[in-house]
T-cell receptor, first 114, second 113 residues
């Protein structure tokens, strides 16, 4: 069966360091992989999208890589700040015909310590 | 530009009752998806509507239904509520293609007692 795993439920890092979050998937052929941030009691907020034929995508302090051979995506936050503390979710979009459906990982709760 | 609006924000219902949740997408977005979020199962896809047509449905019982109106606003209905239906219900709107991701609302917190 299809499975998406995010490396750990919780990750604590020191302010200023780079946070690296992992998303692994099995039995899946996603066309797009997306990363979202979710704060308590709020809906997820879209951060970055990477296509299956792209290796890397950047946006300000964020960087996403996508390795379809390893079936893995890495999400990096450089120069992390306490305001980056949140739950980060990866989501796969298979692009099956016209139907749109995201399958989410369980999320990694990131805490950036001052 | 207004975001995705979900109403109500909080709801308490009794087992056996039914509930209707509403979602107003971003202006110009024709795709509306619904997700259920629980601590145990995470975010799970319920269904997606595009131009008033259901394009995709997740693995939920028939008690969960939805519809979309001509102005792209969407409603989802849950009949014969069970305790396990307690969750955060999230609506997401998009242009209908995956290129720009999805914009989620803040959700409706449903508690079934």
């Amino acid at each position: 069966s299809q499975k998406i795993e995010q490396n750990s439920e919780a990750l604590n890092i020191q302010e200023g360091k780079t946070a690296t979050l992992t998303c692994n998937y099995t039995n899946y052929s996603p066309a797009y992989l997306q990363w979202y941030r979710q704060d308590p009691g709020r809906g997820p907020v879209f951060l970055l999208l990477i296509r299956e034929n792209e290796k890397e995508k950047r946006k300000e302090r964020l960087k996403v890589t996508f390795d379809t051979t390893l079936k893995q995506s890495l999400f990096h936050i450089t120069a992390s700040q306490p305001a980056d503390s949140a739950t980060y979710l990866c989501a796969l979009d298979p692009l099956s015909g016209s139907a749109r459906q995201l399958t989410f990982g369980s999320g990694t709760q990131l805490t950036v310590l001052p | 530009k207004a975001g995705v609006t979900q109403t109500p924000r909080y709801l308490i219902k009794t087992r056996g009752q039914q509930v209707t949740l509403s979602c107003s997408p971003i202006s110009g977005h024709r795709s509306v998806s619904w997700y259920q979020q629980t601590p145990g199962q995470g975010l799970q896809f319920l269904f997606e509507y595009f131009s008033e047509t259901q394009r995709n449905k997740g693995n939920f019982p028939g008690r969960f239904s939805g519809r979309q109106f001509s102005n792209s606003r969407s409603e989802m209905n849950v009949s014969t509520l069970e305790l396990g239906d307690s969750a955060l219900y999230l609506c997401a709107s998009s242009l209908g293609t995956p290129r720009n991701g999805y914009t989620f609302g803040s959700g409706t917190r449903l508690t079934v007692v």
